[in-house]
């Protein structure tokens, strides 16, 4: 009777959740990485068990810059929310004004004029890029050190990362936490001049972006470090959730940009890229090319941004003015991270608060495979394979 | 008895313009790092930034001494003193000039080689005396990687010693200055075996793309992980000196030493020495970091098979050009 409910329990325990199928004798290290560690991309924690070098198993651990957004959110007005929100994926704030204001809009059936989902694009794309010239600085930082090769490339990604987050200052006022996205439209219309300094910022990435590739993707040691490691199949990151650059690179080709699309993105042509090997090197080529495409596409919205206003109605509300009575509603959009969702139930306390708001965080799917791939690898792969994975604690932890 | 006094001499003399070298070799790969990434430097601490090494050590002086609970503790304090110790060991035997050296040794290339392999001894001291699991994961990478790279640095160091006939470093020197750099000619065996000191020497001074032992991405800071303060400061000396005498080996055995055009001397050796320290810091400002088994594999696979060639190749060079010796 015992046994047969031990044999059940070992059955339904998932062999990279549990180090019993491992040799008991062997003497294995538990390396506690993190939440201080300078390569966990924050405060982000892994137990691993290592044989030497070698990761047996490792065991994410999250929650340590969790700070209640949700609940906040409850509490909060409609129009409050969206500051709130741009404080969890800090990278790629855009994209999550836009997640929560366009889950609203849906509930409230309002309709976003034409310039403002064009500029919506505009932004996206430019956020999109800056948060892949991040990830591209850091990943880098994980593989060549804060003392060396690694943070040339980082320095010389963030100097570009500055031109958009200037470009962005003009438009906004603000470098980081914009709130430029509202119900039903945007606060800041494009400044005179700006849509030329766009372009300048543009052409500066582009040209410099060969340079990098040449630095990351083209050198050997880059591709020592990074082929083969850390591989992902796609059955596992459809099961897990994962989406944006790290499914992609495991051959799913998904992007909600062209399978879904909102703002402009039905008026425009998405080239996705995508890769097969799924390993970390297919994960930076993935976001290579989608820094490219993101540029096109900018110069494309620059191109053909319709005139007209920039709001269904006048921007600047008072916290109380957006009543929702009853209702629920789920926005997935395409965010640099994957999918950055917002489940929204209306109808909380009064009629301006949500009852309950749940934020889908791409960088908490991608985490869920540390236990899948980590085994096997060596400790310098696990900070090459965390990097690619290029998790945002901000918004996993919430 | 005067050797004794002649070797003490020159051996203040030799430490105190390393260290001077070394205070102003940190300011200037700072500006070098600093101008590579576009960025000015160290500008704010006296003329363009010059006195902040001076800083730096104020400021690490000034920090708690911490010891680790449980740590070793007589190990932890002598791993330091020791590593600045053998690190700066190999300079006696170096000629700077013709006159300029500590101990002209006629066995100077065995003892720069006997002297470098001990520096994995403090390096493996301090990562496992500080009872900390990074350090020893560090001190593990090190003895790992130092005894690997100690082959082939033997066997291309024995280039120059098969070329010229004598293992005291100021002959090789003066066999080169008589005949041609061993880097230029035979270029054959000298100029890859000149690359692959540098590439040994890189290793064995801990060096990226090389400098896995102390990993500060993976290792948050490996070995030096637990050291603070005085302590850190000698370790952080230790590595500058290591490099820089690395250098001086290199241009004495490979580059010449102190033979030049024009006016050969003491300048000379200088000038190669800096050279070759600043394609170290070239080196560590471009590239990233090698794993610790890919490591291994270039050592073995790739380093040592072309070492051994060269070492061949060095010798039928002697045996069958006339004239080469």
Same mark, same amino acid.
């Given at each position: 009777? +015992? #046994?047969?409910?031990?044999?059940?329990?070992?059955?339904?325990?998932?062999?990279?959740?549990?180090?019993?199928?491992?040799?008991?004798?062997?003497?294995?290290?538990?390396?506690?990485?993190?939440?201080?560690?300078?390569?966990?991309?924050?405060?982000?924690?892994?137990?691993?068990?290592?044989?030497?070098?070698?990761?047996?198993?490792?065991?994410?651990?999250?929650?340590?810059?969790?700070?209640?957004?949700?609940?906040?959110?409850?509490?909060?007005?409609?129009?409050?929310?969206?500051?709130?929100?741009?404080?969890?994926?800090?990278?790629?704030?855009?994209?999550?004004?836009?997640?929560?204001?366009?889950?609203?809009?849906?509930?409230?059936?309002?309709?976003?004029?034409?310039?403002?989902?064009?500029?919506?694009?505009?932004?996206?794309?430019?956020?999109?890029?800056?948060?892949?010239?991040?990830?591209? *600085?850091?990943?880098?930082?994980?593989?060549?050190?804060?003392?060396?090769?690694?943070?040339?490339?980082?320095?010389?990604?963030?100097?570009?990362? #500055?031109?958009?987050?200037?470009?962005?200052? #003009?438009?906004?006022?603000?470098?980081?936490?914009?709130? +430029?996205?509202?119900? *039903?439209?945007?606060?800041?219309?494009?400044?005179? *001049?700006?849509?030329?300094?766009?372009?300048?910022?543009?052409?500066?990435?582009?040209?410099?972006?060969?340079?990098?590739?040449?630095?990351?993707?083209?050198?050997?040691?880059?591709?020592?470090?990074?082929?083969?490691?850390?591989?992902?199949?796609?059955?596992?990151?459809?099961?897990?959730?994962?989406?944006?650059?790290?499914?992609?690179?495991?051959?799913?080709?998904?992007?909600?940009?062209?399978?879904?699309?909102?703002?402009?993105?039905?008026?425009?042509?998405?080239?996705?890229?995508?890769?097969?090997?799924?390993?970390?090197?297919?994960?930076?080529?993935?976001?290579?090319?989608?820094?490219?495409?993101?540029?096109?596409?900018?110069?494309?919205?620059?191109?053909?941004?319709?005139?007209?206003?920039?709001?269904?109605?006048?921007?600047?509300?008072?916290?109380?003015?957006?009543?929702?009575?009853?209702?629920?509603?789920?926005? *997935?959009?395409?965010?640099?991270?994957?999918?950055?969702? +917002?489940?929204?139930?209306?109808?909380?306390? +009064?009629?301006?608060?949500?009852?309950?708001?749940?934020?889908?965080?791409?960088?908490?799917?991608?985490?869920?495979?540390?236990?899948?791939?980590?085994?096997?690898?060596?400790?310098?792969?696990?900070?090459?394979?965390?990097?690619?994975?290029?998790?945002?604690?901000?918004?996993?932890?919430? | 008895?005067?050797?004794?006094?002649?070797? &003490?001499?020159?051996?203040?003399?030799?430490?105190?313009?390393?260290? %001077?070298?070394?205070?102003?070799?940190?300011?200037?790969?700072?500006?070098?790092?600093?101008?590579?990434?576009?960025?000015?430097?160290?500008?704010?601490?006296?003329?363009?930034?010059?006195?902040?090494?001076? &800083?730096?050590?104020?400021?690490?002086?000034?920090?708690?001494?911490?010891?680790?609970?449980?740590?070793?503790?007589?190990?932890?304090?002598?791993?330091?003193?020791?590593? /600045?110790?053998?690190?700066?060991?190999?300079?006696?035997?170096?000629?700077?000039?013709?006159?300029?050296?500590?101990?002209?040794?006629?066995?100077? /290339?065995?003892?720069?080689?006997?002297?470098?392999?001990?520096?994995?001894?403090?390096?493996?001291?301090?990562?496992?005396?500080?009872?900390?699991?990074?350090?020893?994961?560090?001190?593990?990478? &090190? /003895?790992?990687?130092?005894?690997?790279?100690?082959?082939?640095?033997?066997?291309?160091?024995?280039?120059?010693?098969?070329?010229?006939?004598?293992?005291?470093?100021?002959?090789?020197?003066?066999?080169?200055?008589?005949?041609?750099?061993?880097?230029?000619?035979?270029?054959?065996?000298?100029?890859?075996?000149?690359?692959?000191?540098?590439?040994?020497?890189?290793?064995?001074?801990?060096?990226?793309?090389?400098?896995?032992?102390?990993?500060?991405?993976?290792?948050?800071?490996?070995?030096?992980?637990?050291?603070?303060?005085?302590?850190?400061?000698?370790?952080?000396?230790?590595?500058?000196?290591?490099?820089?005498?690395?250098?001086? /080996?290199?241009?004495?055995?490979?580059?010449?030493?102190?033979?030049?055009?024009?006016?050969?001397?003491?300048?000379?050796?200088?000038?190669?020495?800096?050279?070759?320290?600043?394609?170290?810091?070239?080196?560590?400002?471009?590239?990233?970091?090698?794993?610790?088994?890919?490591?291994?594999?270039?050592?073995?696979?790739?380093?040592?098979?072309?070492?051994?060639?060269?070492?061949?190749?060095?010798? %039928?060079?002697?045996?069958?050009?006339?004239?080469?010796?």
């Amino acid at each position: 009777m +015992t #046994e047969g409910l031990q044999s059940a329990r070992r059955g339904a325990i998932d062999p990279h959740l549990s180090i019993r199928h491992y040799d008991a004798d062997a003497d294995l290290m538990l390396l506690h990485f993190g939440p201080q560690h300078p390569s966990t991309h924050g405060v982000f924690r892994m137990d691993l068990y290592l044989d030497g070098e070698v990761i047996v198993k490792a065991t994410p651990f999250l929650g340590y810059l969790h700070r209640g957004v949700e609940k906040l959110c409850e509490k909060l007005t409609y129009v409050q929310q969206t500051p709130v929100v741009d404080k969890n994926d800090y990278v790629s704030p855009m994209i999550n004004e836009q997640a929560l204001n366009m889950a609203f809009e849906k509930l409230l059936k309002l309709e976003v004029p034409r310039r403002a989902r064009w500029l919506r694009t505009l932004l996206a794309e430019l956020q999109r890029l800056a948060s892949h010239l991040l990830w591209l *600085g850091t990943f880098t930082l994980d593989l060549g050190g804060a003392l060396g090769g690694g943070s040339t490339l980082f320095l010389h990604c963030f100097r570009e990362r #500055e031109l958009i987050l200037d470009l962005f200052e #003009e438009l906004t006022g603000s470098r980081f936490h914009y709130n +430029t996205h509202t119900i *039903g439209g945007n606060r800041h219309d494009l400044p005179a *001049g700006l849509a030329a300094k766009v372009e300048v910022a543009l052409a500066a990435i582009a040209a410099r972006l060969g340079e990098y590739e040449d630095l990351s993707l083209g050198h050997a040691i880059f591709q020592a470090r990074t082929k083969g490691v850390g591989t992902l199949d796609s059955d596992l990151a459809l099961e897990l959730g994962i989406t944006g650059p790290i499914l992609r690179a495991s051959g799913v080709d998904h992007d909600l940009r062209r399978d879904a699309p909102y703002h402009a993105y039905d008026e425009l042509t998405v080239n996705v890229a995508t890769e097969h090997a799924g390993d970390c090197f297919a994960r930076a080529s993935v976001r290579f090319a989608e820094m490219r495409e993101s540029i096109r596409l900018c110069r494309a919205v620059l191109e053909g941004l319709p005139e007209g206003p920039i709001a269904a109605s006048k921007a600047v509300r008072l916290p109380t003015a957006v009543k929702i009575a009853s209702g629920q509603v789920y926005v *997935g959009i395409e965010g640099p991270r994957g999918e950055i969702g +917002t489940f929204v139930i209306a109808g909380g306390d +009064t009629p301006t608060t949500p009852y309950r708001l749940k934020i889908r965080a791409p960088s908490m799917h991608a985490l869920a495979a540390i236990p899948y791939v980590m085994p096997g690898a060596t400790l310098s792969d696990a900070v090459a394979i965390l990097g690619s994975l290029d998790p945002i604690m901000g918004e996993v932890d919430r | 008895m005067s050797g004794l006094v002649h070797g &003490a001499q020159y051996a203040v003399m030799i430490v105190s313009s390393l260290l %001077a070298v070394i205070a102003i070799g940190i300011w200037f790969e700072r500006k070098f790092a600093g101008r590579m990434q576009s960025r000015l430097g160290p500008t704010i601490v006296g003329p363009v930034g010059l006195l902040q090494p001076l &800083a730096d050590v104020v400021k690490l002086l000034q920090k708690e001494d911490i010891v680790p609970k449980d740590a070793d503790r007589a190990l932890f304090d002598l791993a330091p003193l020791l590593a /600045v110790l053998f690190s700066l060991g190999a300079a006696a035997v170096v000629p700077f000039s013709p006159t300029a050296v500590a101990a002209d040794l006629d066995i100077g /290339v065995l003892f720069i080689l006997a002297i470098g392999a001990l520096m994995v001894i403090p390096t493996f001291a301090a990562g496992w005396a500080s009872n900390n699991k990074f350090a020893l994961l560090g001190g593990m990478r &090190a /003895v790992a990687q130092s005894v690997s790279y100690a082959v082939p640095l033997v066997l291309v160091v024995m280039v120059p010693v098969i070329l010229s006939g004598s293992m005291r470093v100021s002959e090789i020197v003066t066999f080169q200055s008589e005949h041609h750099w061993f880097a230029v000619w035979p270029i054959i065996p000298g100029l890859p075996a000149f690359a692959l000191f540098f590439i040994a020497m890189l290793a064995e001074s801990n060096r990226i793309p090389f400098d896995i032992p102390e990993a500060e991405s993976e290792l948050v800071a490996g070995i030096t992980t637990e050291y603070t303060g005085a302590k850190f400061v000698l370790f952080y000396m230790a590595e500058y000196v290591h490099t820089l005498v690395g250098s001086a /080996v290199g241009a004495a055995l490979f580059l010449g030493g102190w033979d030049g055009p024009f006016k050969p001397g003491l300048h000379w050796m200088v000038l190669k020495t800096l050279l070759l320290f600043t394609a170290v810091y070239w080196v560590r400002w471009t590239l990233l970091r090698f794993r610790s088994d890919q490591l291994m594999d270039l050592c073995w696979k790739r380093l040592v098979p072309i070492a051994v060639g060269l070492v061949f190749l060095a010798a %039928a060079w002697v045996q069958f050009v006339p004239g080469a010796r």
